[in-house]
């Protein structure tokens, strides 16, 4: 199957500092790619879709000035985590999507641990 | 706004078990219907996927059935291993967008030697 990276794959960062997680889809182009946050044994939810090109959109309740999210590439979606507080510490997970011909299909990067002191 | 609920949300057994995780999911509009795994502190592993029009989808000893008009699908697994111990998380996708993916809280399972 396809593959899909995340870096980092762990940071630590004091309060206040903004950090940037990204995503890349290493052997197909994806113009879509999902943002997902997973606090501690629970689900995943989505915070954005992320289109090449164009703004991301936002589900309800995250903070768009907060989680600035860049998709400039077709293989390349940056989240940027502004002036990080503790309660964003969580899993960050990335999902690529393959639409090429004759396919649909996600594919989730290993996951970013944030934890802000 | 679709719910997607998983049950158990634990489940510990002997090695050697059959064993079975339930996903239920409250709009039966769905694309389609995903497990995946997911082992700690890393990312997602698709396991199945079952389009609407399917009832199920096999994989070695993993079979996923789907029941959309009830809104239930559930994840069987023969002879369970050690290695199968891990989070079973169940997504759905809607019709109307594709690929967003809804997911439930999963289901931790512990298979022991």
């Known amino acids: 199957g396809a593959v899909v990276s995340q870096h980092p794959s762990r940071v630590i960062c004091k309060s206040g500092t903004s950090v940037k997680i990204e995503c890349r889809s290493l052997d197909f182009q994806a113009t879509t790619m999902f943002w997902y ?15 090449e090109g164009s703004k991301a959109t936002y589900e309800q309740g995250v903070e768009k000035d907060k989680f600035l999210i860049n998709h400039a590439s077709l293989t390349l979606s940056t989240l940027t985590v502004t002036s990080a ?3 964003d510490s969580s899993f960050y997970i990335c999902s690529a999507r393959d639409a090429g011909f004759g396919t649909d299909t996600q594919y989730f990067g290993p996951g970013t641990r944030l934890t802000v002191l | 706004k679709q719910e997607v609920t998983q049950i158990p949300a634990a489940l510990s057994v002997p090695e050697g078990e059959n064993l079975v995780l339930n996903c239920s999911f409250t709009d039966s ?39 959309k008009s009830s809104g239930r699908s559930t994840l069987y697994i023969a ?35």
């Open chain 2, 29 to 67: 509009a769905i694309y389609n219907l995903q497990w995946f795994r997911q082992d700690p502190g890393k990312g997602l592993t698709s396991l199945l996927l079952i389009q609407s029009s399917q009832r199920e989808q096999t994989s070695g000893r993993l079979n996923a059935s789907l029941d």
């Open chain 2, 79 to 113: 002879a369970s291993q050690p290695g199968d111990s891990a989070t079973y998380l169940c997504a759905v996708s809607q019709e109307t967008s594709g690929s967003r993916l809804t997911f439930g809280e999963g289901t931790q399972l512990t298979v022991n030697p």
């Open chain 1, 85 to 87: 507080h503790p309660e």
């Open chain 1, 37 to 51: 946050r997973q606090f501690p044994k629970k689900s995943l939810m989505l915070m954005a879709t992320s289109n």
